[in-house]
């Protein structure tokens, strides 16, 4: 299951009606999932080929973007993740700018973006089993992660892949990882890397089978189903817009050069997310190295130090009191210097709107108010509060754990998230 993707489907207020029920708290009502008619589906087309964690649904910036810029002005995501926010650009004629301290972006986007390949799937089928290239990724505990017998087999279709300079790769790498995936000890479903009981039963089982066969029968239904969503994106008509990707970067470190009319993002959760480790299996295999992969684990919010700056929030001092075990304020701490500071920096450069969709979260049980916290602070650079709106989720699954490992308590199912909308005065 997606995490962002489980909404009640009953009853909301309209726009307006949450309007009136709420105006003067600027906060509305809005269930982004039914609020665009013309992307029938959360999974629709490329907005799904890969399962990302905490993925935007495209509805979200759909509608932000029909909402709050025409056709040709820029738009920017900082915390771009799996890309979403270039895919929706497309098809409402936004230029775009994404970063990510993850390398799959760039990985994942030029599949999502691709034009129909003219690839012959059975002589592609046929080129990987007669391929005599080889390719072990640089990866210590590869043994751990893969039974030895499969190896060979995934050496070999990897090794392919990575003598491909022409379509035929981008049409391979997703169908690939998805794959490869499926063939390891650890479990396809969940977006964490752990090895399950169900991963345990699948290996065993796997292994009494014609696993060969079964490879490759994967590999060709995944590309398949992968053409299939590339056909249904060109239905939405993307236009070639011009669009610049910054993969592998850290945000709290970069700067725009150029200027953007709105940003847009999510950045990462207050609670325990690790975005690297959960796609490690990916990025050994597309070749990065574990020196590198360790780098970038280092750098990922909200585990890492941040310098202090002056948080301009009152909400800020109150909640932070309330929290009395040191570690969890220096989580705390770091997390909203790194994301308080982050908006404040890079909002110097956005012309119009900064959007940001915020998962509110818990400490030992009190409710952090996170959207709340960034307004009061954008508010002393420039930014008046524009409206919040607020989407509601049931079930949501983020990396399959009910304890928190930030401060080992049980965690409470999140019920909304939330869009701040900021206008620059
Ligand atoms: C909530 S996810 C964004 C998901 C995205 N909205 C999508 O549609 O897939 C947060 C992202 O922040 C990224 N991230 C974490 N620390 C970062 C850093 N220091 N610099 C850049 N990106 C970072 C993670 O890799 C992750 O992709």
């Known amino acids: 299951m997606w995490p962002r993707e489980e ?10 009606e949450g309007l009136k029920e709420s105006c003067f708290s600027k906060r509305v009502d809005l269930l982004f999932r039914h609020a665009i008619p013309e992307i029938p589906s959360t999974t629709y087309g490329t907005f799904s080929i890969y399962k990302y964690p905490a993925k935007f649904i495209p509805q979200v910036i759909a509608y932000v973007l029909k909402k709050y810029t025409k056709p040709g002005m820029r738009v920017f995501d900082p915390f771009a993740g799996y890309g979403t926010v270039g895919i929706v650009a497309r098809v409402y004629g936004n230029e775009y700018e994404m970063w990510d301290l993850n390398p799959l972006l760039e990985v994942i986007h030029e599949v999502a973006i691709m034009k129909m390949p003219k690839v012959d799937i059975d002589v592609l089928i046929k080129d990987i089993r007669n391929s005599k290239n080889e390719f072990y990724p640089r990866w210590s505990n590869l043994n751990y992660w893969f039974p030895q017998e499969f190896l060979p087999l995934l050496s070999k279709a990897w090794g392919f892949f990575h003598s491909l300079k022409d379509e035929r790769r981008s049409l391979l790498v997703i169908p690939l990882i998805n794959v490869t995936r499926y063939f390891s000890w650890g479990d396809e479903k969940v977006h964490k890397l752990y090895k399950s009981k169900y991963a345990k039963r699948k ?3 796997l292994l009494k089978s014609d696993w ?8 060709e239904k995944e590309i398949w189903r992968l053409l299939r969503k590339i056909g249904e994106y060109k239905v939405l008509k993307p236009r070639d817009v011009k669009y610049h990707i910054r ?4 945000s709290l470190e970069e700067n725009l050069t150029q200027e953007v009319d709105l940003l847009i993002t999510s950045p990462p959760y207050l609670q325990a997310q690790e975005y ?7 990025l050994f295999w597309l070749g990065y190295g574990e020196d590198y992969i360790k780098e970038l684990t280092k750098k990922e919010l909200p585990y890492r130090d941040v310098a202090e700056i002056k948080v301009h929030s009152e909400k800020f001092y109150k909640y932070r009191e309330q929290i009395k075990e040191k570690h969890l304020r220096v989580l705390y701490d770091r997390y909203f210097y ?12 956005v012309r119009e709107y900064m959007c940001i969709f915020l998962g509110p979260a818990k400490i030992r049980n009190v409710s952090i108010p996170i959207d709340e916290i960034v307004v009061e602070h954008l508010k002393s650079f420039g930014w008046t509060h524009e409206v919040t709106y607020i989407d509601r989720i049931v079930g949501r699954v983020m990396f399959e754990t009910s304890i928190n490992p930030a401060s080992g308590v049980e965690d409470s199912r999140i019920k909304t998230e939330h869009l701040v909308v900021l206008k620059r005065e």
Do not use: P
């Open 7 to 16: 909404y009640i489907q009953g009853e909301l207020l309209s726009e307006e």
């Open 203 to 205: 290996i065993e089982e």
């Open 212 to 219: 060969e066969g079964k490879f490759y029968d994967m590999l």
């Open 247 to 250: 993969a592998g970067v850290d």
């Open 276 to 282: 690297i480790r959960s796609t490690k299996l990916e």
């Open 338 to 349: 790194a994301i308080l500071g982050v908006f404040a920096r890079l909002g110097e450069k």
